[in-house]
């Protein structure tokens, strides 16, 4: 699990004093139905691959992108982005690297 580490003040109703305390911020992932350039001849609309991506923007940067089609699950952990099965093909891309 990817997760952001936040430390937050809170003022207690109960006593006036300041709590602090870490937040943990995981990222979640959007599974897109998505273009795929063919990376011998550049063609658009060559292959058609589920890929998950924290957002729309991080897959522009992806190897071979060309569109996305659809926008098909929102708000997958990162193991439930990798699963295989009929509407994802398992891979994750984090606007860097595969997953």
């Not at 273009?35 to 522009?60: F, H, M, R, V």
């Not at 990162?78 to 099965?85: D, F, G, M, N, Y």
């Amino acid at each position: 699990m990817l997760a952001k580490v936040a430390s937050i003040a809170i003022m207690s109703p109960c006593n006036n004093a300041w709590l602090i305390t870490k937040v943990y911020i995981m990222t979640t992932y959007n599974i897109y139905e998505v273009y795929l350039c063919n990376p011998e001849t550049g063609q658009s609309g060559w292959d058609i691959k589920y890929i998950g991506a924290p957002n729309a923007e991080a897959l522009k940067t992806m190897p071979h992108f060309d569109c996305v089609i659809l926008k098909q699950w929102t708000n997958q952990t990162l193991e439930e982005a990798k699963e295989v099965s009929h509407w994802c093909d398992g891979i994750v891309w984090d606007g860097e690297k595969f997953l």
